[in-house]
């Protein structure tokens, strides 16, 4: 019986959860179309998002693409001869499609997601939330707002970015360690890039992007008491994007790709 | 007497009633405040007062009981309306509530800048005028909050609440944690808010002599309830038992504290 309780109880909180995340989400859906915006805090946000995550996804994306050619590589190696065609092509098309969105939002999630979290929820436990509202400001237009409209549009920007270095990254290892042709490489890679596997890419971070500035903003606006909530709130955006982040990764590429 | 501007208070709250799960904090409050009085509410720690203060402003949502700002019932303005019966209000809170994101003179000018769209430059003008009638400089404008003592951060939500002029000011304990004399510089600056500019005052302090001086009528909070309700003058003499205990800060009276020994 005490047991039914638990899943009960357990069911019927994350049902409000759902429930107040729809809420949110709507409501700060709502503010984004009504006036005023705040062009300085946008940009602002832009910069935090976009600028300031250039190094992590850089270094994650240069990595990724240098792995993924050597893996390739010694991997192919074992079935056939001559496999350069086969890393160019595997590099390209994993980094654009998958690698390249999956990682740069998840790190985004884990430096982003967590600090919004954080200075919302701060705020929130320090009654600044109230102090905003008593000012005749919205919160959801003032802090919410612009980070949902920077993330969404500051992701697709740093994946284009982390697409190149990743591309890159897999050029290098190709030329210099596995010794490859790099005017066929690069050849190779042009002619294996599809547009729609850039696009889909792009797609993706942009609602990795808005994921992740949403469940941030969302954990940071519902934390409570003191420091302990704020360190709650901050998991709890870092986990719950990473999860929503992996989940609408196979949504939408079963909307590109499936048949 | 029958014009509305006079017969109408500024705010009024009839049977307010607000509960945390079991703890009934407000049990039915009810409290007229006339334009540009000055009203102070006493009580213990943790009976209600910032509590009642919060309902007022929609911070809070009451459970029940009628709020009235300028005779519009404001527990049932759509949120889209709230924001404009905000911009009667003016808040300074217990613990501040500065925006530690911006400096000193933003937090002073945030009002001004947001709700009046006063350009900038404008707005930090006002902002170290502001600054400059609570005691502080120019220079601690330019400062972070966080790098303002308690005292300092009072004083600069203080002046973020009178910043933008507004028609009804709370104040929750705005001499809490000020030296004497900087606190009764503070009093002075709430008599002349509403003396001079006619603002209505709703105060919340545990300092008697702040009381006396700053209020037209104070009135206790106890268990929920609004016990009692005078002139300022008459608080010394009320004959409620509860108050003068209040009053006296004694520990023998009616009122218990809940401390074991
Ligand atoms: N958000 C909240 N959630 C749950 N309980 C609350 C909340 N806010 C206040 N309370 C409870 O309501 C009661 C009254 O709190 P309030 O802050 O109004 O006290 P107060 O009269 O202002 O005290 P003090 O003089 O110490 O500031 C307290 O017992 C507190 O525990
Ligand atoms: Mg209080």
Not at chain 2, 153 to 168: F, M, S, T
Request: glycine fraction near 10%.
């Amino acid at each position: 019986m005490n047991f039914l309780a638990l899943i009960g109880r357990v069911v019927l909180a994350f049902l409000g959860h759902i429930g107040r995340l729809t809420l949110f989400t709507g409501t700060a859906l709502s503010h984004c179309v009504r006036p005023p915006i705040y062009p300085r805090l946008i940009g602002r946000q832009m910069i935090d998002i976009g600028y300031y995550s250039l190094p992590v996804v850089g270094l994650t994306a240069i990595f990724s693409g240098m792995v993924l050619a050597l893996q390739s590589y010694t991997g192919f190696a074992r079935f056939a001869a001559g496999s350069e065609n086969a890393v160019a092509n595997v590099v390209v098309v994993s980094l654009t499609r998958e690698l390249g969105p999956v990682l740069a939002g998840l790190m985004v999630a884990g430096r982003i997601g967590a600090s919004m979290a954080a200075e919302i929820g701060t705020m929130r436990v320090t009654e600044q939330l109230d102090a905003l509202t008593t000012l005749s400001t919205n919160p959801y237009k003032y802090l919410v707002v612009p980070r949902l409209i920077a993330g969404t549009l500051m992701l697709p920007l740093l994946v284009f970015i982390a697409d190149i270095i990743g591309i890159f990254g897999g050029f290098v290892v190709s030329v210099y360690k596995l010794g490859f042709n790099p005017a066929a490489y690069i050849s190779n890679t042009y002619d294996f890039m599809q547009p729609l596997d850039v696009i889909s890419g792009l797609v993706k971070a942009g609602v990795f992007g808005f994921i992740i500035a949403l469940m941030g903003c969302y954990s940071g606006y519902h934390s409570k008491g003191g420091a302990q909530g704020v360190g709650a709130a901050t998991t709890n955006a870092v986990v719950s994007s990473s999860i929503l982040i992996l989940t609408f990764n196979y949504i939408i590429t079963e909307l590109f790709f499936g048949t | 007497m029958n014009s509305t501007e006079n017969t109408v208070p500024k705010i009024s709250l009839k049977d307010v009633k607000k509960s945390f799960g079991a703890k009934r904090v407000l049990d039915g409050v009810t409290l007229d405040i006339a334009k540009g009085e000055s009203v102070v509410v006493i009580g213990g720690s943790g009976t209600g007062k910032s509590v009642l203060i919060k309902s007022i402003i929609g911070i809070l949502l009451a459970d029940s009981g009628i709020i009235k700002v300028d005779g519009e019932d404001v527990t049932q303005v759509q949120a889209s309306a709230r924001e404009s019966v905000n911009r009667k209000f003016g808040m300074l809170f217990q613990g501040a509530a500065l925006f530690d994101s911006l400096p000193v003179w933003e937090n002073v000018a945030f009002g001004l800048m947001q709700r009046e769209r006063m350009s900038r430059k404008h707005a930090k003008e006002r902002a170290i005028e502001t600054l400059a009638k609570v005691g502080l400089s120019a220079e601690v404008g330019e400062l972070a909050p966080s790098e303002l003592s308690g005292g300092m951060q009072k004083r600069v939500g203080l002046a973020r609440a009178i910043a933008g002029e507004p028609e009804i000011i709370f104040f929750d304990e705005p001499t809490t944690g000020l030296d004497p004399i900087m606190a009764d510089v503070i009093n002075d600056l709430i008599i002349s808010c509403v003396k001079q500019q006619g603002i209505t005052a709703l105060s919340i302090t545990h300092d008697m002599h702040s009381a006396r001086k700053i209020a037209d009528r104070v009135t206790m909070l106890y268990e929920g309830k609004l016990i009692w309700d005078g002139a300022a003058a008459d608080v010394d003499r009320s004959g409620n038992p509860y108050v003068e205990q209040f009053v006296h800060g004694s520990a023998e009276g009616p009122i218990k504290m809940q401390v074991r020994r």
